[in-house]
């Protein structure tokens, strides 16, 4: 990804001053691209909650193994929902990775992984990794579960965990200055999106004019993230009597209503109902609806009652 961003606080002579953020950790040649850091250490948070979740409701599950093929099918849903949104550009960026021909694999390969870095729906990679999860639910027969039924718990596991990966993951849009923060604002706490020499010190997208502030949105979508999994994790407790797949339904919902109304702060541009919705906010009512026909489904679905795993599981002491 490629920005700096500077946190700082507007002073009265127009001038932002603050802790600089920088895209890439630059060890020589070697650009090491910290939105890339920052999904790996969403990927950790949701390993660490989900094994949490596993361990207290007495679900033998590799957590470890789940959260990788979740994130990876996540991560090429999400290419693959941004990409497709735009035919046209991305048969002409394909036709720019094979420029150099066949005969040059390693220009194509890095001209690839340079496009295959930016660019990212959300929702492409819920979709994804949902049906990755469901699929693992299936394998795994969490507290004995199969069939559907394994598949739904699985998905009420993961509710908080997701909550948490979501906001840090976050973060990493914000370092990379992709578009994803909010409109310009005289608020203390905007932020300034580097306007630098090169695409390590560039913003993706800078704001318009290149000097303004704008709100950093991702970090209000990080703090509604932790809140949302803080009420998750406490709804998931075993001592609590939440149906089988209720809980999924209250994420779809309520990550649907923070996605929502963080949109009316964002720059994306707004292309229904005569221009006052984006894109994201469709998709974003669209999982609100998911979340309540979820949570009438299940309403009568009975509960699972289980006892909590030892501290660690066989799992994790075989993968440590």
Not at 7 to 18: E, Q
Not at 69 to 91: C, R, S, T, Y
Not at 93 to 117: M, S
Request: aromatic content about 12%; overall charge positive; glycine content about 10%.
């Amino acid at each position: 990804m490629t920005a700096s961003v500077n946190f700082a606080s507007r002073a009265h002579d127009r001038r932002y001053t603050g802790i600089c953020m920088y895209p890439y950790i630059n060890l020589g040649f070697a650009h090491i691209g910290t939105f890339g850091l920052m999904l790996w250490l969403a990927a950790v948070s949701g390993v660490f909650v989900l094994h949490k979740n596993f361990e207290r409701n007495g679900a033998d599950a590799d957590a470890i193994n789940i959260v990788t093929m979740v994130v990876l099918f996540g991560i090429i849903g999400a290419k693959l929902w941004h990409e497709l949104q735009n035919i046209p550009d991305l048969i002409g960026a394909w036709r720019d990775i094979l420029a150099p021909g066949l005969h040059h694999p390693t220009q194509v390969l890095f001209n690839f992984l340079h496009w295959f870095q930016a660019g990212f729906a959300w929702y492409g990679g819920l979709l994804a990794a949902v049906a990755m999860l469901m699929y693992q639910g299936v394998l795994s027969k969490p507290n004995g579960l199969t069939g559907g039924r394994a598949a739904l718990r699985m998905m009420d596991f993961a509710a908080p965990a997701a909550a948490i990966g979501y906001g840090v993951g976050r973060l990493g849009c914000l370092l990379s200055g992709d578009g994803d923060y909010g409109i310009n604002t005289t608020l203390p706490w905007g932020v300034h999106m580097a306007n630098g020499l090169t695409r390590y010190t560039r913003a993706l997208v800078l704001p318009n004019p290149p000097t303004a502030a704008v709100q950093p949105t991702p970090i209000y979508e990080l703090l509604f993230s932790l809140a949302l999994a803080w009420w998750l994790w406490r709804r998931g407790s075993a001592s609590k009597s939440v149906p089988l797949g209720f809980l999924t339904g209250e994420y779809l919902l309520l990550s649907g209503i923070g996605r929502f109304l963080v949109e009316f702060v964002r720059i994306n541009p707004k292309l229904y109902l005569h221009h006052t919705l984006s894109n994201a906010q469709v998709a974003a009512f669209g999982s609100m609806l998911c979340g309540v026909a979820m949570m009438i489904l299940t309403r009568r679905n009975g509960t699972v009652v289980s006892e909590s795993l030892p501290k660690v599981s066989k799992r994790i002491q075989t993968a440590t």
